[in-house]
């Protein structure tokens, strides 16, 4: 036994706190102790495992969850090593709703930008068995150029998940799979400026990111106030699109409400206008089964985009699009133009999963332990920030902690990059902060907050991190 | 033994055919026959290599090579079944260099179409091995969004391959991964668009799907004729790009003379252009070590295009390029705007594959194979046809076969499509073909002729194809 394995085998049976988190918290502390430095290698989970006695997979979970929060390094066949923070590897450069802003000093150390599932639960096993099998099955014929609307098993399957697990009306010839959600959103935008769109309305508070895509598609943006009901509809709004998250807005969390979802669509139809259908999580749906989607009230009309990235992992760029039937060979035409369509054994693995269940299942699983999350999330600072409101908690993977008023949510957000806890304030995904003066309108439902994903967040670190937010924005108050 | 295995049992050992084609042979007549009949089981190759005294692989690659070419359909676990040409799967609705024309009636037995890989040699058991690799060694990290450019593992590989194999002058900074040749083109034409450039000089023929990229990112072409010598460079010609396939001109197979290289370079080097290097086919010569790169004379005038398309799969969908430095941030900006970046599995699978020497090793098996073909098809048309004449064949996947003065190209694409042998003719690829009369120059060389791509062409069916093309052109002349 290495002198770090005696650092950490004294677990607690009956505290009730997991073996797991126990182990995590251990390694934590040691590290943060001194008691561990940049470059200690870590016991060989087998011989921790022995040590402490525990399961061979409890401690390659915490080490899992170690190396996801940035505390330590995984290499095959090696064993872990502490994680230099002078040489930690540079965050990548942009991040959908992930950059912290320019002067991150360090890796974080907690990961709380928003949008971000779990890493450490992607179903490598999966992946790899529907890889398996995708090879074993594919004609040497499907290994070359293809539709461009993609491989049509997967669109078959894909639409079956669609009608099945989110409410979509979709049928495998309208569905369009795509190198995740931003390629989508970038291929409907085209195909719509090419029948003469100039003008796409979004949120505001939205996806600052996809300000970019919509941009760099040839449109330009008007920016639409959001509340508690989601985006305000106004009848005279002069825009040829509308890109909505009704779901779950994003980053507010607020679910768009009936009359809205008619006066949008009412707007959609009287002016010959499309909407753009960001469902980026309503796979994670907690407190109720998830609302219909737009696109199955008006298929002609919506164009829904869905995203693997939330459920499985961004690093899959696989996402979906159901469209209306006029634009499917349009947004064709532009994917082969652009790159001649999208990868095939990818799409054939993504496709045996779905149709072994895979992927329901592995949602269902997550599904749990987010929902978990969430309710000790959201008790945790209601216990601990008395001042502070809870919003947009109804679903997803993340929430909307609104500060009181007059607190500094920059200087709040400064203060956690100073732990190394990484987060985004509100006003990062206004429009505002982006555009120039005057462009957008003035947000109802303004003031300070912060936007929390606790899909990184495990449940071990959850009172920390309340109590991290509590001094934070005490101190920025 | 059933019906099916006494159609093809006796093997003629001495007379110089391999085993394997001779198997070929006999269910293709077999079927051509009427003794096979659409829907019809083949025996499993286990049975019938036994029946037949030959070992299982032989059995099994006959069969793979048989569905290549449309005649069986193979399916996991079942039996080869004759593929029913009324319920012929459609082809792909478009494909580069590829499409046959509107009219194709039926799926093609022999795809003569150029650049297209021999598909039942793809790797699968490498692909897998390299994804296993890369599941079991990434950190959860690389599974979330990432570096625009791609994977920081492959852009290490893949340099080193691109000095090694292509003579390239790449350093990990300058690479960028793409999804594929098509997706280069398009960045690497958005990101000089954004500083100024206007127009794209392209060689006449062409690759004609380039066309639709290069006007989706938003600029104009102008045609710029080739001859024997590629390219011809005028130092006065009006554009901001030059898009060219220096190693072997696609279609005509030319390879751009010592001269015209200077005068291109010296044409990019005085105006601040650029030249958009393809060099699609490269890792394939047969006569001669490949000619050094344009880039490598001038890394920071050059953007080099490379694809994973030629020498292993389309639907890999991997391609990448090696760019000027300026131009990298640009690149990578654009492609986070359309797409958020490649997926990461595949890039570390391929990474995998690099690194064990796989792909290298891969290309030289395939390379012997391709050389081979290329001597006999060339002896069979030098033989059959004395009074074409065969160009372009000194590397690649295709040669030219020029038709004597007079005869009716498309007359003789129609005649072979009757024989459900698909080509296409060179008049495909010119400009004017498909651009406002005026809008290109006369090129030079014009006259008849047929592009004969032999990637899917095999041994055994090279002297038929070859009576085939004497028939269509016999017919045509």
Redesign the interface.
């Known amino acids: 036994m290495n002198r770090a394995t005696e650092l950490f085998t004294e677990l607690d049976r009956g505290n009730g706190t997991p073996l797991r988190a126990q182990l995590e918290h251990s390694v934590c502390d040691a590290i943060a102790g001194g008691g561990l430095r940049p470059g200690d290698r870590l016991p060989a989970s087998r011989l921790l495992a022995e040590a402490a006695g525990v399961s061979r997979g409890v401690v390659s979970e915490a080490y ?1 969850q170690l ?2 929060e ?1 505390w330590i ?4 066949g090696r064993a872990p090593v502490v994680r230099a923070e002078a040489v930690a ?1 540079p965050l ?5 709703a ?1 950059a912290a802003g320019p002067s991150s000093p360090a890796r974080p150390r907690l990961d709380l930008t928003a949008t ?1 599932p779990d ?2 639960r ?1 179903p ?1 096993r999966a ?2 068995a529907g ?2 099998r995708a ?3 594919m ?10 609307r993609g491989d049509e098993e997967l669109r078959t399957v894909l639409a079956a998940y669609l009608v099945r697990v989110c409410g979509v009306a979709a049928a495998p010839e309208r569905v369009v799979v ?6 989508g959103l ?1 291929l409907a935008c085209r195909a719509l400026a090419r029948r003469g769109a100039r003008r796409v309305a979004v949120e505001d508070p939205s996806l600052d ?1 996809s300000r ?2 919509i ?2 598609a040839g449109l330009e943006l008007v920016g639409v106030p959001v509340d508690g009901d989601g985006a305000r509809i106004d009848p005279r709004l002069d825009a040829d699109a509308f890109l909505v998250t009704p779901a779950h807005q994003f980053p507010t969390g607020a679910l768009l409400s009936p009359e809205r979802r008619r006066a949008l669509l009412a707007w959609a139809a009287e002016g010959d206008r499309h909407v753009l259908e960001d469902d980026y999580d309503s796979e994670y749906a907690y407190d109720s089964p998830p609302v219909r989607t737009l696109q199955r009230l008006a298929p002609e009309r919506v164009i829904y985009l869905g995203t693997a ?1 939330k459920t499985l ?6 996402g979906w699009m159901a469209a209306p039937a006029e634009l499917v060979e349009p947004i ?1 035409a ?1 994917r ?11 799409a054939r693995a993504f496709a045996a999963m779905l149709a072994a269940g895979e992927v329901d299942r592995h949602i269902r699983r997550t599904r749990r332990e987010y929902h978990l999350r969430r309710d000790r999330l959201v008790a945790a600072l209601r216990e601990r920030l008395p001042d502070c409101r809870v919003e947009g908690q109804s679903g997803g993977l993340h929430l909307l902690l609104r500060l009181p008023p007059g607190a500094d949510e920059d200087a709040a957000v400064a203060a956690l990059e100073q732990r190394r806890i990484r987060i985004r304030g509100l006003a990062g995904y206004r429009l505002a902060a982006l555009e120039e003066a005057g462009a957008a309108g003035s947000p109802a439902g303004d003031g300070p907050a912060l936007v929390v994903g606790y899909g990184r967040l495990p449940l071990a670190s959850i009172d920390a991190v309340a109590d991290a937010l509590r001094d934070a924005i005490g101190a920025a108050g």
């Open positions: 899992a190396a996801a940035g390094e995984i290499r095959r590897a990548p450069r942009r991040g959908r992930e971000a890493l450490a992607f490598r992946w790899m890889t398996r090879l074993a099955a004609p040497d014929a499907a290994l070359d150029y293809a539709d461009p795509t190198g995740g959600y931003t390629q970038w990111d970019a895509t941009r760099s990235s992992a961004p690093a899959l760029r696989m064709a532009e082969w133009a652009v790159d001649s369509g999208g990868p095939a054994i990818a």
